[in-house]
């Protein structure tokens, strides 16, 4: 079984910056592809970003291109989503999902096969 528990969401003031992280847990031998996802109230989940085992590939959505970023390390089994120049609409529960089996950096959430219990951002006016 794998984990993945999210981290460093917070309140933040618009144009500010956040680094989320994300542990990942149990079945860490095998590559796995790292995605970020967001909700925010009353809306459909969307993809933010998504990265390769080794960091080559990365994915993004086009309203946090050029603001945030992407990255892992992994002798530590984790993830992080660099989040600047924040914006209120940026306000949402981010997750964090490993997919082991598509080999792209996906933006379908179903292709995922674990998720985290999401952390909250707030950005405020």
């Known amino acids: 079984q794998v984990q993945l528990v999210e981290s460093g969401g917070g309140l933040v003031q618009a144009g500010g910056s956040l680094r989320l992280s994300c542990v990942v847990s149990g079945r860490t031998f095998s590559n796995y592809f790292l995605g970020w996802f967001r909700q925010a109230p009353g809306k459909e989940r969307e993809f933010v970003a998504a990265i390769s085992w080794g960091g080559g590939r990365t994915n993004y959505a086009d309203s946090v291109k050029g603001r945030f970023k992407i990255s892992r390390d992994n002798a530590k089994n984790t993830g992080y989503l660099q989040m600047n120049s924040l914006k209120p609409e940026d306000t949402a529960v981010y997750y964090c999902?490993?997919?082991?089996?598509?080999?792209?950096?996906?933006?379908?959430?179903?292709?995922?096969?674990?998720w985290g219990q999401g952390t909250q951002v707030t950005v405020s006016l």
């Open positions: 999902a490993a997919d082991f089996g598509t080999n792209s950096a996906s933006s379908n959430a179903y292709d995922y096969d674990y």
